[in-house]
RNA sequence: GCCUUGGUGGCGGAAUUGGUAGACGCGUUGGAUUCAAAAUCCAAUUCUUUCGGGAGUGUGGGUUCGAUUCCCACCCAAGGUACCA
């Protein structure tokens, strides 16, 4: 009678599928708990041992909260709409929706392999029609709404009209793009209908404006930066150029300093919530106006420093600036336009951390400084940004190191306007530690006084105003795509209008060709008839354009964080055909109580997603403004990549440690083929693809090593390592109970299987308690004081380290409780039966089994988890007349008079030796000389 | 470059508030059992040593009676860097 964990599992897989066990109810007596995981992309590479690590922490709190009385919601979808689908349905023409299909049965078989607590009744696909119609739905209201200020959240659009109606835009607190001019009311009703949408185009959340992007002519499609490598385009090697393009953008900026407020209330790492403040990047200053020499513009900067603003020694312009095409001389119109153009080839990413080489230009204009009059040279540099600020600064070379650099390269003056500041070899940046001189009405100042006094006079003589600036950009909403959600709208003249409500979903229309049109349109430009009717309001087939009733549909769909930014909600009611979420549900639900997964989200889906759920709570349309109360990093399990190395030019291999002898190349190559000693399994590799099957190596000691590499696990580096077959030879227990043991959780680590027959073994052990050589056998017997003690020194740690989610040396625990039950040869129903629950979350099949084996009908997880009894901890001891019950501590007054040596001579020989002698584990002896004796337990 | 995280035996990792560094597991070595193997069980296992010791938590400094833990500088690795999800 042997563990048959393959039986075991697929029996309870089975019964809890059947039984429906874990399917949560909207209505309960029971305190609700909401354990959440980021819904995975369904990869064609299939699910790796990567994804479940998250997967297996939540379910393991999910089943521990069940044990303590909750009504748990826990339940998995898919967000099903990406690139890779994509990519896919170009390369075979297949539709993406297939090969999604496929790669979600495949997940989910996966899934369910693994004995997962989920709520499967509730699962949600992001490309299925039903719930992105929703996602529409959400656009919809974003479109509908602009951001009022005063009340600081969002309001229906026909507000801002009525506002225009009465009062024009004059004493209007919103948010809304830069260039609005004002108007009165009458102006207002004078404007015609384009007039006026384009106008409350400026204020919607979601929006319409012209953006840059990377733009490949070749591929006639845009690439994200991801996608472009050294300059040029991954796919081809093509050219890649800065592009504007009408883009749908979401007005996130209008949430930034509630998105900045909302992080100090959530149980999120603090590294995480840094990460989100420093994206957010709130930076107080001012901006400063500056005229134009011998032209009527003015060049407007931000500044954090108006402190020093009587430094300006020059200013400096992004490549991209609207003014530097009217700007330059004649003298320096072809050095400028030949810089403006090698820019626009470079990523913004490239341009940010190529800080050692500094490149600018000098663009023949003069500033006019604001206070003195002085002339400033005015250049252009590619380290300033057109995306941030107003894509100029002020450059104060003694007080900013870039500024100080380009000043040093360019051989532009210095001026030092900092009291005793040395600024011979690099620039005073630390604010505050002097007082300013050489600055006029600033003079003898420190930063803070100076500050207000020099915004109150630049606000004074109209020539800038204290500001406050984010860095954090408006999203772009747009996507060259095909597989994402339509974005509702159709162009009238132009002019973008919503589809109502009631027509949605706007269903993704079947194209021919998954690229984009020959004349660079997106790919739903390739659908036959991609327009709406307004009269029979349908996508009508073979409709004709007119100007009348017909009207072409946005081309563009959503970008992939669409979907993701508010699934966790349809969680709560997937099933509501009238809502995206129902009240009562949301009412009872609430929020997620535990969301895990991964902090590579940190500034995308869990920003976007966070002010969605703002916006929506503006609207009254959810009960709390933020949705995820605690959140927990799971670090990435990175796969271990295998290299061979081939000679230059030959087919001839050569071992790891070898090569130095050769000019060599390296390949990667399948993991599958690689031992734990880095052994390659040549065989294999000739099988693998025709170009080995003829190789020679070059071995060390009769083997081939491969050189490793730790990266992400993905399909293209051949080290993803599927769990099916971990499954298959240990068994889901033991995958659940080794992912966990292999540290802790929010850790990056790289997978290896070298440990995991340790985990398996303990499985048997805990199987062989509940046996003897006849079979199941547990004894109705009094349990031993020592078995007690065992079982109730487990009980407390083990729960305190789920608390903690410190599932590594909750594992360590259980081992060590098997071993010392297995000495005492414990088989007492008194400790054997709260061990099963203990184990219950993590060994999930296996104590369902022990359970039913011990006489229950009923399956494991609606059992209260164990509570520790503290008095079988307690213990006498004859040295030390003292109990202790986990933190111990002991104060001890020693004589003043003892030198710090006696003091601890005297505790090495005595009170430590007979402190060891006591429990499990070690003691600890502090000696604080002349004073207290701490000893620690 | 910038933001975030991490660096401890042959390996994954543990160490509560600054107090015996290396829990637990893998691997290795030795032993028991076996005709043998698998499985199982027991013991040893940071390195070094002239067996007295000595060194040791990425590197170099600092604070402290005492530092894996706190501070400063640096090196290395991973994640993000706005159209990968």
Not at 462 to 486: H, V
Request: hydrophobic share 35%.
């Amino acid at each position: 009678m042997g563990y048959n964990f393959l039986e075991i599992e697929k029996k309870w897989q089975n019964y809890w599928a059947k039984n429906q066990t874990f399917k949560a109810s909207n209505k309960s007596e029971l305190p609700k708990y909401y354990v959440l995981d980021m819904f995975p992309y369904p990869s064609g590479a299939g699910l790796h041992v990567g994804h479940p690590l998250g997967y297996i922490a939540s379910d393991i709190y999910a089943r521990y909260k069940r044990h303590k009385g909750f009504n748990v919601l826990h339940p998995q979808g898919y967000d099903s709409f990406g690139l890779p689908a994509e990519q896919y349905a170009i390369q075979t023409g297949q539709h993406p929706n297939l090969t999604t299909e496929a790669n979600i049965n495949r997940y989910r078989k996966q899934l369910d392999k693994m004995g997962f607590s989920f709520d499967w009744s509730r699962e949600v696909r992001t490309s299925q029609a039903d719930f992105y119609k929703w996602t529409q739905w959400i656009f919809l209201l974003l479109f509908d709404s602009y951001y009022c200020k005063t009340t600081n959240s969002a309001q229906p659009i026909k507000k801002l009209v009525s506002h225009f109606e009465t009062n024009g835009n004059a004493n209007l607190n919103a948010v809304s793009d830069e260039k609005i001019i004002s108007f009165t009311p009458d102006d207002w009703t004078a404007f015609s209908y384009k007039e006026k949408q384009e106008v409350l185009l400026m204020y919607r959340l979601a929006y319409l404006s012209e953006s840059e992007v990377n733009w490949c002519s070749e591929l006639g499609t845009v690439l994200a930066n991801d996608e472009i490598v050294n300059g040029v385009s991954e796919r081809g090697g093509y050219m890649v150029t800065k592009k504007k393009m009408k883009q749908w953008s979401m007005r996130i900026g209008a949430y930034a300093e509630r998105l900045l407020e909302g992080l100090n209330q959530l149980d999120w790492p603090e590294s995480l919530k840094e990460m989100q403040r420093n994206w957010i990047g709130k930076s107080i200053g001012a901006n400063v106006r500056f005229n134009i020499q011998d032209y009527k513009g003015v060049i407007e900067v931000f500044t954090t420093r108006p402190d020093t603003l009587f430094g300006v020694t020059f200013m400096t312009l992004a490549p991209e600036h609207p003014l530097v095409n009217t700007i330059i001389s004649d003298q320096q119109k072809v050095e400028v336009l030949a810089y403006v153009e090698a820019s626009a080839k470079r990523s913004e990413r490239d341009r940010m951390s190529d800080v050692k080489s500094i490149s600018g230009v000098f663009t023949g204009a003069y500033a006019i400084h604001p206070f003195t009059k002085e002339p400033i040279p005015i250049w252009i540099g590619d380290y300033v940004l057109a995306g941030y600020g107003t894509g100029a600064v002020m450059a104060v070379p003694c007080g900013d190191q870039r500024d100080f650099n380009f000043a040093k390269h360019f051989n532009i003056q210095i001026r030092n306007i900092f009291e005793g500041a040395d600024i011979t070899t690099e620039a005073f940046v630390e604010k505050g530690k002097t007082k300013i001189k050489d600055s006029d009405f600033l003079n003898g100042l420190a930063y803070k006084e100076a500050m207000i006094k020099v915004i109150k006079r630049l606000e004074q003589e109209g020539s800038g105003e204290g500001t406050i600036n984010y860095r954090l950009r408006d999203a772009i909403f747009s996507r060259q795509r095909y597989w994402g959600e339509p974005i509702p709208i159709y162009y009238k003249n132009g002019i973008p209008v919503a589809l109502k409500t009631e027509n949605l979903p706007l269903v993704l229309p079947e194209v021919e060709q998954y690229l984009p049109t020959p004349e660079g349109a997106p790919p739903l430009g390739n659908a036959p008839t991609w327009a709406w009717d307004t009269i029979s309001e349908k996508v009508v087939p073979n409709a004709r354009l007119n100007e009348t009733s017909v009207f072409p549909l946005e081309l563009n769909t959503m970008p992939g964080w669409a979907g993701s930014s508010w699934y966790f909600n349809r969680y709560m009611d997937a099933d509501n055909q009238e809502a995206f979420v129902g009240k009562e549900a949301v009412n009872y639900w609430q929020n997620v109580d535990l969301y895990i997964g991964g902090s590579e989200h940190a500034t995308g889906h869990l920003l976007y997603s966070r002010f969605w759920q703002k916006f929506l709570f503006d609207l009254n349309l959810l009960p709390v403004d933020e949705y995820a109360k605690k959140l927990i990093n799971q670090g990435m399990i990175l796969g271990s990549s295998a290299f061979i190395y081939r000679k230059k030019g030959t087919q001839e291999y050569v071992s790891k440690n070898l090569i130095k002898d050769f000019e060599v190349e390296s390949i990667r190559v399948d993991i599958s083929m690689v031992n734990n000693s880095d052994e390659l399994d040549l065989e294999a590799l000739r099988k693998w693809q025709p170009q080995f099957s003829t190789a020679s190596f070059v071995l060390e000691n009769g083997v081939y090593h491969v050189e490793r590499e730790v990266e992400k696990m993905s399909k293209s580096k051949y080290n993803v390592v599927n769990p099916d077959l971990i499954c298959e030879q240990y068994g889901a227990d033991t995958l659940r109970m080794y992912e966990m043991f292999l540290g802790p959780i929010e850790q990056a680590k790289p997978w290896n299987t070298a440990g995991i027959s340790g985990v398996h073994s303990f499985l048997k052990k805990l199987w062989k308690l509940y046996h003897n050589s006849e079979g199941f056998y547990v004894s109705e017997g009094s349990a031993s004081k020592e078995s007690l003690k065992s079982l109730n020194q487990t009980i407390k740690k083990v729960t305190e380290d789920i608390e903690n989610f410190s599932f590594n040396t909750c594992i360590s625990s259980f081992m060590i409780c098997v071993n010392e039950l297995t000495a005492q040869k414990c088989n007492e129903r008194g400790v054997l039966e709260p061990l099963a629950i203990l184990l219950a979350p993590f060994a999930v099949h296996l104590s369902e089994e022990l359970w039913q084996l011990m006489g229950h009908d009923t399956s494991i997880s609606t059992v209260s988890f164990p509570i520790y009894e503290p008095s079988y901890l307690v213990e006498s001891s004859k040295n030390y007349p003292v109990s202790f019950n986990g933190k111990m501590r002991f104060t001890i007054e020693l004589s003043l008079k003892l030198n710090p040596q006696e003091i601890e001579e005297i505790i090495m020989k005595d009170e430590r030796t007979q402190l060891q002698l006591q429990g499990r584990n070690p003691k600890k002896v502090i000696v604080v000389p002349g004073k207290i004796i701490n000893i620690v337990g």
